[in-house]
């Protein structure tokens, strides 16, 4: 006689089930209600393949492409069957996925030996050919348990010395390696049960590699239009010099470095790389030809604007200009006439919060060099306060504003273009777990959030990670949108500063109990973390970008 276990659902729904049932058999019982297809299930709290099997009364909760669990599981699923048809298209070649571009992955195909030739959009449209012919064949990711001398061989066979380094310093005994059409690898995270699964996909040729397109979880029938992102593209071209200058382009190469004792040369580089751009920025502001008045920076959460600016602000001095900073938020409308969210909660992130006309005023005044009250926002009233403070400019002067609507040409539509400077600055990382795994931007900056939040906010992680998708809609409507306006990009990660946040951010991940849906989260970045090498030094310059959310820095 067959067992059963109970199953309970979100909508408290409870169903019986042979005990042993798979999840992509119960999966076929709930896709009506899913808009996309179902890649994955949330099970007691903890992400799990279509592919396990229920052994005990469970809740279970299953995903799509719609949300971001979902996206993840598709999207480096897709990347794993690009690099399958890449290898059969082109045998030995080497394939890297380097970073997000354009509503996708910006990945190289680097042809064998024999054939050294770059890549053509010819060859692309072939590889693109070949993984629909893969998917048609509905091949299946299988998992494999293996122990790291079982995962050593194996990469030695391959030749995967990406995979070989990262063996070295990893914590737990074994791997999960994905197997598909005869080829094996590593990936953080999990996998679709098959090709299958991956329909909607293009490749896109951009010399001299491609970018791997799929659907965004907001939209997630369809591939989203195409946007061509030359600044963000070319500013990442940069970095990646600057890792090669470096000797530091993945998380094995950066624990080397500590292990051999070139931490401190590392951080003195990567910092100097810092100065040098930022003094090359304020040597733009200073030479250009028109009279740059005002200097707009915007970036997403967690970027550094704050000693970023203060670091501008220096060179410029180191120019013979006189900066002043005004902050936007002193320009905030009074909170009885601020807009409201579809929660119906004050929205302070959108651009209507913001007197544009008084801002506009104000500014244009101070341009023409007229003598201008200026005012301040009071947080406590949710008032603006006129108070008498007066300012003026002179021609030496410049005036740095920093907020999350720089860059967009409403917040200053009245200034001429010829007056205004427009920086966005973001974290970039360049930085890959091996070849294949990405470190996603988004990660690295909501693990310098978690650090800043629990110094200087009195917030945990558990909250920090809470509001950490609403954080990412704002960003996604107010400052992506504009940030290839800018006149100048500047990243302002650290190759070396994952090492330093560790040491903060791994404690107050682990306090997350399982008993909380940010625990799935806090799970995956304890993960990311246990990559890297803890590191606690005195080495990083009082300046440093880096001090903003560790707390010494100079400018505080």
Same mark, same amino acid.
């Given at each position: 006689?067959?067992?059963?276990?109970?199953?309970?659902?979100?909508?408290? @729904?409870?169903?019986?089930?042979?005990?042993?049932?798979?999840?992509?058999?119960?999966?076929?019982?709930?896709?009506?209600?899913?808009?996309?297809?179902?890649?994955?299930?949330?099970?007691?709290?903890?992400?799990?393949?279509?592919?396990?099997? @229920?052994?005990?009364?469970?809740? #279970?909760?299953?995903?799509?492409?719609?949300?971001?669990?979902?996206?993840?599981?598709?999207?480096?699923?897709?990347?794993?069957?690009?690099?399958?048809?890449?290898?059969?298209?082109?045998?030995?070649?080497?394939?890297?996925?380097?970073?997000?571009?354009?509503?996708?992955?910006?990945?190289?195909?680097?042809?064998?030996?024999?054939?050294?030739?770059?890549?053509?959009?010819?060859?692309?449209?072939?590889?693109?050919?070949?993984?629909?012919?893969?998917? *048609?064949?509905? @091949?299946?990711?299988?998992?494999?348990?293996?122990?790291?001398?079982?995962?050593?061989?194996?990469?030695?066979?391959?030749?995967?010395?990406?995979?070989?380094?990262?063996?070295?310093?990893?914590?737990?005994?074994?791997?999960?390696?994905?197997?598909? /059409?005869?080829?094996?690898?590593?990936?953080?995270?999990?996998?679709?049960?098959?090709?299958?699964?991956?329909?909607?996909?293009?490749?896109?040729?951009?010399?001299?590699?491609?970018?791997?397109?799929?659907?965004?979880?907001?939209?997630?029938?369809?591939?989203?239009?195409?946007?061509?992102?030359?600044?963000?593209?070319?500013?990442?071209?940069?970095?990646?010099?600057?890792?090669?200058?470096?000797?530091?382009?993945?998380?094995?190469?950066?624990?080397?470095?500590? #292990?051999?004792? =070139?931490?401190?040369?590392?951080? @003195?580089?990567?910092?100097?790389?810092?100065?040098?751009?930022?003094?090359?920025?304020?040597?733009?502001?200073?030479?250009?030809?028109?009279?740059?008045?005002?200097?707009?920076?915007?970036?997403?959460?967690?970027?550094?604007?704050?000693?970023?600016?203060? =670091?501008?602000?220096?060179?410029?001095?180191?120019?013979?200009?006189?900066?002043? $900073?005004?902050?936007?938020?002193?320009?905030?409308?009074?909170?009885?006439?601020?807009?409201?969210?579809?929660?119906?909660?004050?929205?302070?992130?959108?651009?209507?919060?913001?007197?544009?006309?008084?801002?506009?005023?104000?500014?244009?005044?101070?341009?023409?060099?007229?003598?201008?009250?200026?005012?301040?926002?009071?947080?406590?009233?949710?008032?603006?306060?006129?108070?008498?403070?007066?300012?003026?400019?002179?021609?030496?002067?410049?005036?740095?504003?920093?907020?999350?609507?720089?860059?967009?040409?409403?917040?200053?539509?009245?200034?001429?273009?010829?007056?205004?400077?427009?920086?966005?600055?973001?974290?970039?990382?360049?930085?890959?777990?091996?070849? /294949?795994? =990405?470190?996603?931007?988004?990660?690295?900056?909501?693990?310098?959030?978690?650090? *800043?939040?629990?110094?200087? =906010?009195?917030?945990?992680?558990? $909250?920090?990670?809470?509001?950490?998708?609403?954080?990412?809609?704002?960003?996604?409507?107010?400052?992506?949108?504009?940030?290839?306006?800018?006149?100048?990009?500047?990243?302002? $990660?650290? #190759? /070396?500063?994952?090492?330093?946040?560790?040491?903060?951010?791994?404690?107050?991940?682990?306090?997350?109990?399982?008993?909380?849906?940010?625990?799935?989260?806090?799970?995956?970045?304890?993960?990311?973390?246990?990559?890297?090498?803890?590191?606690?030094?005195?080495?990083?310059?009082?300046?440093?970008?880096?001090?903003?959310?560790?707390?010494? $820095?100079?400018? *505080?």
């Amino acid at each position: 006689m067959l067992d059963y276990i109970k199953v309970t659902f979100p909508n408290g @729904l409870e169903k019986e089930y042979p005990k042993g049932i798979k999840l992509i058999n119960i999966a076929k019982d709930f896709q009506h209600q899913h808009k996309s297809e179902i890649l994955g299930a949330i099970v007691n709290n903890e992400l799990k393949e279509l592919w396990k099997e @229920l052994l005990q009364d469970s809740h #279970v909760a299953f995903i799509d492409r719609s949300t971001s669990y979902g996206n993840r599981f598709y999207s480096r699923s897709l990347a794993f069957l690009f690099i399958i048809a890449a290898k059969e298209v082109f045998k030995g070649c080497k394939v890297t996925v380097e970073h997000s571009l354009s509503k996708g992955f910006y990945c190289e195909v680097h042809k064998n030996l024999e054939d050294s030739a770059p890549l053509t959009a010819e060859d692309v449209e072939i590889i693109e050919q070949k993984m629909y012919q893969l998917v *048609r064949m509905e @091949l299946p990711f299988e998992k494999t348990r293996m122990n790291n001398e079982q995962a050593e061989e194996l990469f030695k066979k391959t030749g995967q010395y990406d995979k070989l380094a990262l063996l070295k310093y990893r914590e737990k005994k074994y791997m999960n390696v994905y197997s598909c /059409y005869g080829y094996h690898d590593y990936f953080y995270g999990y996998m679709v049960p098959s090709t299958a699964y991956l329909k909607i996909f293009e490749l896109r040729f951009y010399s001299p590699g491609l970018i791997l397109r799929f659907p965004e979880k907001n939209d997630s029938e369809k591939l989203p239009a195409f946007v061509e992102q030359k600044k963000l593209f070319s500013i990442f071209r940069e970095f990646e010099k600057w890792g090669k200058i470096l000797e530091i382009e993945t998380v094995s190469n950066l624990n080397d470095a500590v #292990v051999e004792n =070139r931490l401190k040369e590392l951080i @003195l580089t990567a910092e100097g790389l810092h100065e040098k751009k930022i003094a090359q920025i304020a040597d733009l502001i200073s030479n250009s030809k028109d009279k740059k008045k005002i200097v707009l920076i915007a970036g997403p959460s967690s970027s550094g604007k704050t000693t970023f600016a203060q =670091r501008l602000a220096v060179q410029l001095r180191v120019n013979g200009k006189r900066p002043i $900073s005004i902050s936007i938020d002193d320009y905030f409308k009074n909170r009885l006439d601020s807009p409201i969210d579809e929660n119906g909660e004050l929205d302070f992130e959108t651009i209507d919060s913001i007197d544009i006309e008084t801002f506009n005023d104000v500014m244009t005044r101070l341009i023409k060099g007229e003598l201008v009250e200026v005012p301040t926002y009071n947080f406590h009233t949710g008032m603006r306060e006129w108070t008498g403070k007066k300012i003026k400019i002179d021609e030496d002067q410049i005036i740095i504003v920093e907020g999350i609507h720089g860059l967009n040409e409403t917040l200053t539509q009245e200034i001429p273009k010829e007056n205004k400077f427009k920086i966005y600055i973001s974290a970039l990382t360049h930085l890959g777990i091996d070849n /294949y795994n =990405r470190i996603p931007t988004s990660d690295l900056r909501l693990i310098r959030r978690i650090v *800043r939040d629990f110094q200087f =906010r009195g917030t945990d992680a558990l $909250s920090t990670i809470k509001r950490w998708d609403s954080v990412r809609k704002g960003e996604d409507k107010y400052i992506y949108p504009f940030q290839e306006e800018a006149d100048v990009m500047f990243n302002s $990660s650290l #190759v /070396y500063e994952l090492c330093v946040l560790k040491k903060v951010a791994l404690p107050q991940l682990l306090m997350i109990n399982n008993g909380v849906p940010e625990y799935i989260e806090a799970k995956r970045l304890i993960k990311f973390l246990n990559y890297f090498l803890a590191v606690d030094t005195e080495e990083i310059p009082k300046n440093s970008i880096l001090q903003e959310f560790l707390g010494n $820095s100079c400018f *505080r």
